[in-house]
């Protein structure tokens, strides 16, 4: 069936991960698995086998203006990102 998702850092699947100038975490305890994030940003997200958001490999692929939308449209405020210190 669906391949397992591929985070961006196998230590820190949900985050904190570094893409491009936003330091993106997503807070697992505030996560419901709602998915809203992954219909902003398909490339930068996806759930995991604990029905948790984790930050794929792939997500440098994603325009920023979606990961932001992905944030906003989260409905528990679970993503949070600042941005990465140059
Ligand atoms: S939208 Fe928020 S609650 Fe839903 S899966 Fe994404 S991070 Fe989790």
Redesign the pocket.
């Known amino acids: 069936m669906n391949d397992k998702p591929i985070p961006l850092d196998e230590k820190h699947p949900s985050g904190p991960v570094t893409v491009g100038d936003l330091v993106i975490t ?2 697992r305890d ?9 219909a ?1 940003a398909i490339k930068a ?1 996806a ?1 995991d086998e604990d ?3 984790i930050v794929l490999n792939s997500a440098h692929e994603e325009k920023r203006e979606h990961l932001l939308e ?1 944030v906003r ?7 949070k990102v600042r941005e990465a210190v140059k």
Request: charged residues 10%; proline residues 4%.
């Open positions: 997503v807070d505030l996560c419901i698995g709602a998915a809203t994030c992954i902003a997200f759930i029905q948790k958001s992905a449209s989260c409905p528990t405020g679970a993503i």
